[in-house]
């Protein structure tokens, strides 16, 4: 990947590709997982970043949706993992959120579409083992939906990740301006 603070964790280095200066996450063949480490904290951790989903022909099918974006502890422990799920309606596609678990807890109840670019904002309780997610937000207070509350106490994070792997309709995920921060204000805007 472009940045040298980023380290591989996972399958062939060099499959994580590089898209006019976004990261293309593409589950199917390419296998890279990249992670960004940083100076580990207590309490809420927030992540964002805005994505965009290419076209891969016809709505997200099936059941085997695989996540693209979470936290990751100093072994292979993850949390507050995003992934992309499909629609609850007539869209192209919703996401979905996890606090412990590879598949999501939650989804999100607007549908999304593709080409289009959101912001997701996502925290995770490390004492209480919960993550929370908004798409678009401005303020905390908007609208989210919440993981499972699971076993406390949670993951000690250490750091972020992407993560490419095979699902039923192998997606493009377009991810930039990743932000990790202590509150959900810093995580709105991404550097």
């Known amino acids: 990947v472009g940045n040298g603070q980023w380290e591989s964790s996972g399958g062939t280095p060099g499959d994580l590709l590089i898209s006019s200066g976004e990261a293309l996450v593409q589950h199917g063949s390419p296998s890279e997982d990249v992670f960004l480490p940083f100076t580990p ?4 951790l927030y992540y964002g970043i805005d994505f965009t989903v290419n076209d891969p022909g016809g709505p997200i099918p099936g059941t085997d949706n695989e996540y693209f ?3 990751k502890d100093s072994g292979f422990s993850y949390s ?3 992934d992309i799920v499909p ?12 606090s412990d678990e ?3 807890d939650a989804v999100w109840a607007t549908d999304l579409s593709y080409g289009t670019t ?4 996502v925290r995770y309780d490390q004492d209480n083992n919960i993550a929370e997610l908004w798409i678009d937000a401005t303020a905390e207070t908007d609208t989210s939906i919440l993981g499972e509350d699971r076993t406390d106490p949670g993951d000690a994070v250490v750091s972020f990740a992407l993560r490419q792997s095979d699902s039923n309709l ?5 991810v930039d301006n990743l932000k990790v921060s202590q509150t959900f204000n810093d995580a709105t805007l991404g550097i």
């Open 41 to 44: 904290v207590t309490g809420n």
């Open 69 to 71: 974006a979470h936290f």
């Open 80 to 82: 507050a993992r995003i």
């Open 87 to 98: 629609p609850t309606g007539a869209g192209d596609f919703s996401v979905g959120i996890a």
């Open 102 to 104: 590879s598949t999501a």
């Open 118 to 121: 959101y912001r997701a904002i």
């Open 170 to 174: 192998n997606e493009g995920i377009l």
